[in-house]
């Protein structure tokens, strides 16, 4: 299969734990990424391979997996990570792209 | 610092074809793979494709083969995407991003996105 799976909303009490998840295939081959996307930016990466964050991304963001899905854990959310994440990975074939479709974090 | 800026906002007719542009800056233009991805408006993402600069082999969405074309200028460190035959459903915000190496498919930067618009 080549699609990626995620809940479609999620939310979270300030300065509480949530875990944002990417179901698929692929996942049980290749490695994920996360990006954090808010209204009208571009996306930015915030995890990606085996939980590696690129510099500048707090460390309450982390990456887990198990089986075919990868997980976003954000440890004490804050108000500026309600967004859009969005999953990413290759499809079974290992050459291409798939996105998921997108999990809107409400943080209350 | 690494800077991805893209061409302007474009409004095409149905049938037409678009070519947007992404010159990059602030590394090694032919290190680094470089991808499109498209956002429908109040949509998700969307792969579109990806390019290895140093010689310009090409991978494609099986969804879009056959209309989207990317190519590179390494003398200019510009990657282009053309679409062509376009429906209105190609509507979106077109990004390019640039790959964490060659093809690991973590996109690590991305342009400031390019607005098309198809409508008669």
């Known amino acids: 299969s080549s699609e990626l799976t995620q809940d479609p909303a999620v939310s979270v009490a300030l300065g509480q734990t949530v875990r944002i998840t990417c179901q698929g295939d692929?996942?049980?081959?290749?490695?994920a990424s996360w990006y954090q996307q808010k209204p009208g930016q571009a996306p930015v990466l915030v995890i990606y391979?085996?939980?590696n964050r690129p510099s500048g991304i707090p460390d309450r963001f982390s990456g887990s997996y198990s089986g075919d899905t990868a997980s976003l854990t954000i440890t004490g959310a804050q108000a500026e990570d309600e967004a859009d994440y969005y999953c990413?990975?290759?499809?079974?074939?290992?050459?291409?792209?798939?996105f998921g479709g997108g999990t809107k974090l409400t943080v209350l | 610092q690494v800077q991805l800026v893209q061409s302007g906002a474009e409004v095409k007719k149905p049938g037409a074809s678009v070519k947007v542009s992404c010159k990059a800056s602030?590394?090694?233009?032919?290190?680094?793979?470089m991808h499109w991805v498209r956002q429908a408006p109040g949509q998700g993402l969307e792969w579109m494709g990806i390019?290895?600069?140093?010689?310009?082999?090409?991978r494609y969405a099986q969804k879009l083969q056959g209309r989207v074309t990317v190519t590179s200028d390494t003398s200019t460190s510009t990657v282009y995407m053309e679409l062509s035959s376009l429906k209105s459903e190609d509507t979106a915000v077109y990004y390019c991003?640039?790959?964490?190496?060659?093809?690991?498919?973590?996109?690590?930067?991305w342009g400031q996105g390019t607005l098309v618009t198809v409508s008669s």
């Open positions: 991003a640039r790959d964490y190496g060659s093809g690991s498919f973590y996109l690590f930067y």
């Open positions: 602030g590394y090694i233009f032919t290190t680094y793979y």
């Open positions: 390019i290895n600069p140093s010689g310009g082999s090409t």
């Open positions: 692929s996942l049980r081959s290749y490695y």
């Open positions: 391979g085996n939980n």
């Open positions: 990413d990975s290759r499809d079974s074939t290992g050459n291409h792209g798939v």
